[in-house]
Structures are given as structure tokens and as C-alpha cells.
């Protein structure tokens, strides 16, 4: 009887050496797994990136577009993409104010000249997955080593005034 008992208490430790191994096995591939998610999330906010920052782009814009004649305005505030308050009535150039989708709690960073917006960019310092295929309105951005170079600028303005502009938060 004793031999039988050896026995069992051999296939008991190798049963409990298969558990121990399958949870290791499911413990990596579900460290896999959540980088993989991870990266395809942080991959679908860098492409809301891109959307958002042209969306603001295009705002700045037509704000700009809209200023009287001969007396080209920028806003002071994105606020004032929302409801312009040049005009009466509601004037909206951008539906809503968006986050920044890389870091919603970070404000976004301003490019002004003086007091004016000139336009936005990420303050996230993480390094982009997309680095080339960039649409015509967005050179430049094949060469940033962080999103926060990923600059979304109004189109607008002079090569002159650009390049005089400062970010600021």
C-alpha cells in the first residue's frame, strides 16, 4: 500500500507542476495581449489626433476667414471657435472643444503670436507610431519624434508671421 500512495503523491506533484506551467503560459500571453490592445489603442488615438488637430485646424481658419474685410482676426481663446463673439448671432467654427485624445486631462498647447491662436498641438511627449504617409496639409510631421511636433497650424498665415509664432500653454 505504501507504494500506491508514492504514487499518488507523484502524480499529484505533477499535476501540480502542469498547473503552474499552464498558468505561466496564460500569464504571458495575456501580458501579450494587453500590449497589443494597448498599442492599438494608443494607435486609434494618434489617428483621432490627426482628425481633431485638422479639425481645429480648419476652425482657426475659418475664424480667420470670416474677420472683416481687411482686418484678418485670430481668436484669443479656443472658446471663441464655439461661439464666435464677433457676430450677433451663434456662430460656430468647431462643433465642440475637443481633448487632446493622447492625454484628455493635459490642455492643449497654443501657438500664438501675441495674444492670437494660430494653432494647436499635443503636449504628449510619446513617440508616434505613424511616421510617413502624412496627407498634403500635414508636412512635416514624417520627421517628429513626439507628438507634441505634430504641429496642426492655420494655413493662412504668412511664412513671416509663422515663424514668429511661440507655443505656449
Same mark, same amino acid.
Given at each position: 500500500?505504501?507504494?500506491?500512495?508514492?504514487?499518488?503523491?507523484?502524480?499529484?506533484?505533477?499535476?501540480?507542476?502542469?498547473?503552474?506551467?499552464?498558468?505561466?503560459?496564460?500569464?504571458?500571453?495575456?501580458?501579450?495581449?494587453?500590449?497589443?490592445?494597448?498599442?492599438?489603442?494608443?494607435?486609434?488615438?494618434?489617428?483621432?489626433?490627426?482628425?481633431?488637430?485638422?479639425? !481645429?485646424?480648419?476652425?482657426?481658419?475659418? !475664424?480667420?476667414?470670416?474677420?472683416? =474685410?481687411?482686418?484678418?482676426?485670430?481668436?484669443?481663446?479656443?472658446?471663441?471657435?464655439? $461661439?464666435?463673439?464677433?457676430?450677433?448671432?451663434?456662430?460656430?467654427?468647431?462643433?465642440?472643444?475637443?481633448?487632446?485624445?493622447?492625454?484628455?486631462?493635459?490642455?492643449?498647447?497654443?501657438?500664438?503670436?501675441?495674444?492670437?491662436?494660430?494653432?494647436? !498641438?499635443?503636449?504628449?511627449?510619446?513617440?508616434?507610431?505613424?511616421?510617413?504617409?502624412?496627407?498634403?496639409?500635414?508636412?512635416?510631421?514624417?520627421?517628429?519624434? $513626439? !507628438?507634441?511636433?505634430?504641429?496642426?497650424?492655420?494655413?493662412?498665415?504668412?511664412?513671416? =508671421?509663422?515663424?514668429? =509664432? $511661440?507655443?505656449?500653454?
Amino acid at each position: 500500500m505504501k507504494r500506491s500512495s508514492g504514487c499518488a503523491s507523484t502524480q499529484r506533484g505533477l499535476l501540480l507542476l502542469g498547473v503552474l506551467v499552464a498558468l505561466a503560459i496564460v500569464g504571458a500571453m495575456a501580458a501579450v495581449t494587453t500590449q497589443r490592445w494597448a498599442e492599438a489603442r494608443r494607435r486609434d488615438a494618434e489617428e483621432e489626433l490627426l482628425d481633431v488637430g485638422l479639425q !481645429y485646424k480648419q476652425a482657426i481658419e475659418s !475664424y480667420a476667414a470670416r474677420s472683416p =474685410a481687411g482686418q484678418r482676426q485670430w481668436p484669443t481663446r479656443l472658446e471663441d471657435l464655439t $461661439s464666435d463673439p464677433r457676430f450677433p448671432h451663434i456662430v460656430r467654427h468647431l462643433r465642440r472643444l475637443y481633448p487632446d485624445p493622447l492625454d484628455p486631462e493635459r490642455p492643449w498647447g497654443l501657438i500664438r503670436q501675441g495674444n492670437a491662436i494660430l494653432g494647436i !498641438y499635443s503636449q504628449s511627449s510619446q513617440t508616434p507610431f505613424r511616421t510617413a504617409n502624412f496627407e498634403p496639409a500635414l508636412r512635416g510631421f514624417e520627421q517628429a519624434t $513626439s !507628438y507634441s511636433e505634430w504641429r496642426f497650424i492655420a494655413a493662412q498665415r504668412t511664412a513671416a =508671421a509663422a515663424s514668429g =509664432a $511661440s507655443p505656449q500653454r
